[in-house]
């Protein structure tokens, strides 16, 4: 048996109840959810109807099979024969077995489908009983009871497991809807089985945590992307600063009282990568890399700031081997909406009314060639990208005279000026690839991270190798998907096994 290949969603839980019939239809909002999550699941996916369904609700339907790339099938309950033949030659697939979700089915028609090899998903409505629990192990394992459409991902994955057997692990992942997006639609996570045996399902908070988790193997997260708040103010722990979702604090309790239950990665391993000064601090620990190398790598110079008018900040500064200009951010790195508000500051004056979140830490503004290169730690192996960058301070500094030399401020999520003549293409030959190396596999251990990564310039001046970023759970997208994706499934199947690698390597 080869699991759930095929699923064609009938138009009965896909509609919204109670549209006239001469008005304009519409789609339930579970039903969008589930439409968006089997689109890049690797699973063949329809849509079915009724001869007799209005025009206005089909055209709707096929609308939305053309949004999501889905097939279209008329189904009749008294030509379920041909209904099985269309579907079967229009997917041309002998392995696994289809399965028909729908709101209600005839006993009839049930057996008839059985008998074809289907399974049916019946999508009970809440005013229907439910002395039938959720569950694939019924006395009629090819019927199927769900009391939710967002129930739908996670009864395939359980299907599909059982189907494959132990070897396969199931990888529960939870973030924002526009990171899911990205990661998705490379084929990042597809419920079908990966060649290394995984299965990829959403979790929502839709449904109880408890539940859901009872058929994981593992969790991938991004939860910076449910902050809420962080409280910097506090002398305590950065883990007890942050404030996240209701949902998100229940994922964490039960991982908490289920440590089988394998978390990429956990909670307390990204903390430093919340917390801008941190990392400046962990950083500092690269000075033992330095030995055997002509270059040398190493974090930015810095400061803490709490109060930009501060006595003596400018002291403070020489102190700190920070020289003008210097590049000031917020010491929370991510989760909330001003973690990425900057500035670029020209003049000691333009301090005691920079619009920067405190507590901050002013860091060194480094001559770079107007080159960035972004490094990806996926697992045991090392990516790298070289993209532009902002302009040396010289440039800068012209840009800002015509504005008084006032604070550039800015968004490090958007755009800032780049030199677009410089080329790029003898930038690989600067970049001391083993001291890098060196570099990532120290973090690795340091931060014991599966999947992170950081950006690094080289100081024209030196030669120095300065790591001016580290980000946890990035989205590589600068590397290609046939590398990338494999790589991916191979880091994350390694983490669930524990069988990780100590050194990871760089792919030129």
């Not at 279209?72 to 041309?92: G, K, M, N, T």
């Not at 973090?443 to 690094?456: E, N, Y």
Request: with cysteine.
């Amino acid at each position: 048996m080869c699991g759930v290949k095929g699923i064609v969603l009938d138009a009965s839980i896909l509609l919204k109840a109670g549209d006239d019939e001469n008005g304009s239809p519409s789609l339930r909002p579970d039903a969008l959810y589930v439409l968006r999550r089997l689109r890049y699941s690797n699973i063949f996916t329809g849509i079915s109807y009724g001869p007799d369904l209005s025009a206005p609700k089909v055209r709707l339907l096929q609308e939305s099979a053309r949004l999501y790339s889905y097939n279209c099938f008329v189904f009749r309950p008294s030509a379920i024969d041909s209904f099985v033949s269309e579907v079967s030659l229009e997917w041309d697939d002998n392995t696994g077995s289809y399965m028909h979700v729908v709101s209600s089915y005839k006993d009839e028609e049930i057996a008839q489908m059985i008998s074809s090899g289907w399974l049916i998903t019946v999508l009970r409505s809440p005013g229907q009983a439910s002395d039938v629990e959720y569950s694939t192990g019924t006395e009629n394992p090819s019927k199927i009871f769900i009391n939710k459409l967002e129930e739908l991902p996670l009864t395939i994955c359980h299907l599909n497991k059982k189907a494959m057997g132990k070897d396969v692990k199931t990888v529960g992942y939870l973030m924002k809807p526009s990171r899911e997006e990205d990661f998705a639609k490379r084929g990042a996570f597809p419920i079908k089985p990966t060649p290394n045996g995984l299965i990829f399902v959403p979790l929502t908070y839709e449904l109880p945590i408890s539940q859901q988790l009872q058929e994981i193997d593992g969790v991938l997260h991004k939860a910076t992307d449910d902050i809420i708040t962080v409280e910097m103010s506090s002398s305590s722990d950065f883990e007890n600063k942050v404030t996240y979702t209701e949902g998100m604090q229940e994922l964490q309790r039960y991982i908490g009282c289920h440590p089988d239950c394998r978390v990429i990665d956990p909670f307390t391993n990204i903390y430093p990568v919340l917390d801008r000064l941190k990392i400046q601090q962990i950083l500092g620990g690269l000075e033992n890399l330095n030995s055997k190398s002509c270059c040398k790598i190493r974090g930015p110079h810095f400061l803490k700031v709490v109060d930009f008018s501060e006595p003596k900040l400018e002291d403070k500064l020489v102190d700190a081997k920070l020289s003008l200009p210097n590049i000031v951010k917020p010491q929370v790195a991510c989760g909330v909406a001003d973690a990425h508000s900057m500035a670029i500051v020209f003049k000691e004056d333009s301090y005691k009314d920079l619009n920067v979140p405190l507590p901050a830490i002013v860091q060194e503004y480094v001559d770079h060639s107007s080159t960035m290169f972004k490094f990806y730690v996926v697992g045991k192996k090392i990516f790298f990208a070289i993209k532009k960058s902002t302009p040396n301070a010289d440039t800068l500094i012209k840009l800002a005279e015509e504005k008084e030399l006032k604070p550039l401020l800015f968004d490090s999520l958007k755009s800032l000026p780049v030199d677009k003549l410089k080329s790029q293409n003898e930038d690989n030959t600067r970049i001391d690839h083993e001291l890098v190396t060196d570099a990532a596999n120290w973090l690795r251990r340091v931060l014991d991270l599966t999947i992170f990564g950081f950006d690094v310039v080289i100081q024209e001046s030196t030669g120095d190798h300065v790591i001016v970023d580290v980000n946890y759970l990035p989205s590589f997208k600068e590397v290609p998907d046939e590398v990338a994706i494999p790589t991916f499934w191979e880091a994350i199947k390694e983490k669930l096994t524990g069988k990780q690698s100590t050194e990871a390597a760089i792919l030129l």
